[in-house]
């Protein structure tokens, strides 16, 4: 009797594959094949390979991967892109995501394949990847002017597109005067200058990024400008605000650091002024969404947290009213507001 054929664990089987379909993506995107199909897509293999200087036959098997992740389409006169390739994929675009494929590609992925490593001891793992020692992540990364800007780019691929989402989360229109710390490039600053005109904004940031933050700036704009102020949040006075800002700052640190700083924040915030982090918020059981689960996988001494966690933890520095939005989109929100201390 012929036993009934096993059903296919496609689940299981797409995450094997996982890998290759990631590598491609980091590959073709690296080589710029986006730009070029945009440019003058539909192209054959050969003449994309000609371009890129790359062989034609990897081209191909690369180009035929990326049609089969439905990031290409592929028809008798060549291949082009998808509308999302054009979008998402190009390295010019408004809503690139080009700056941060780089650094999965050139950071993450070097640091996952030490993935076995850093669950058996706990650590990041920044030597084993990278030859460094262990050391603060942010003068790991700003060590070169070359890993600096891929950072940076990185950080405002991501911040440009989740900026609107974060900056609507809540009715910011009460504030006066907003400060990001850690605010790196001004994606969200832009944003909120936007959105609310009478709002001034300071980004606060690392003297290293500020001084590089001149080609993130859009151009032609007619809203309000930023300001940038260099310094650093640990030690240094924040400047003055009735809205603070943290955007992914929070989940990259360990809890004494969090610690100097959300009392750092408590201390200049008076009363009625408010707190904004920008996180991704986790559910209670801290398996959803999987995207910040496997951002804890990198093993930074941070931790990312539960809406309650989150909740607690301003509570904690004396934020009260918290709010919490979950935005659906690739940030969340939490809006805290500092207790009134006068009867
Ligand atoms: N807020 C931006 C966003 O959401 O895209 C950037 C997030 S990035 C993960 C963290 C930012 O914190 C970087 O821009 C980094 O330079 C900044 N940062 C790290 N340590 C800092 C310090 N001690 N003082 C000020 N900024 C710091």
Not at 85 to 93: F, K, Q, V
Not at 159 to 183: E, M, P, W, Y
Not at 227 to 252: C, M, Q, W
Not at 285 to 290: A, C, G, V
Request: glycine letters at 6%.
């Amino acid at each position: 009797v012929l036993k009934s054929a096993a059903k296919v664990p496609s689940k299981i089987l797409d995450l094997m594959d996982g890998f290759r379909a990631s590598k491609a993506l980091f590959v073709a995107s690296k080589l710029k094949m986006f730009d070029h199909l945009r440019a003058k897509g539909p192209l054959k293999a050969v003449d994309i390979a000609n371009e890129v200087g790359t062989s034609v036959c990897g081209t191909e098997r690369l180009l035929d991967a990326c049609a089969a992740l439905g990031l290409l389409e592929k028809t008798p006169q060549g291949y082009s892109n998808t509308d999302s390739a054009n979008t998402y994929l190009t390295s010019d675009g408004e809503y690139s995501l080009h700056g941060y494929i780089i650094h999965s590609n050139d950071h993450l992925w070097p640091l996952f394949t030490n993935l076995e490593s850093a669950v058996k001891e706990g650590s990041r793992q920044n030597h084993r990847a990278f030859g460094k020692k262990e050391e603060d992540l942010f003068k790991d990364y700003y060590q070169s002017q070359e890993v600096k800007q891929r950072f940076m780019a990185a950080m405002h691929s991501i911040a440009h597109l989740t900026a609107r989402d974060v900056a609507t989360a809540f009715d910011l229109s009460q504030f006066k005067s907003a400060c990001d710390l850690g605010g790196c490039t001004g994606a969200l600053a832009h944003e909120l200058v936007q959105i609310y005109p009478n709002l001034k904004v300071t980004v606060f940031d690392l003297p290293e990024v500020i001084a590089n933050t001149s080609y993130f700036q859009p151009s032609g704009q007619h809203t309000a400008p930023v300001t940038f102020v260099s310094g650093d949040f640990f030690k240094d006075n924040l400047p003055e605000a009735d809205l603070y800002i943290l955007s992914r700052v929070l989940h990259d640190w360990p809890d004494e650091k969090v610690h100097v700083l959300l009392s750092k924040i408590s201390a200049v915030c008076k009363p009625g002024s408010a707190l904004l982090v920008a996180e991704i918020v986790l559910d209670e059981q801290k398996t959803h969404p999987p995207r910040a689960v496997l951002q804890s996988l990198s093993m930074t001494e941070g931790k990312q947290r539960s809406g309650s966690e989150y909740k607690q933890l301003l509570e904690k520095y004396g934020f009260t009213d918290v709010q919490i939005k979950i935005t659906g989109n690739l940030l969340d929100a939490v809006l805290g507001f500092k207790e009134n201390l006068s009867p």
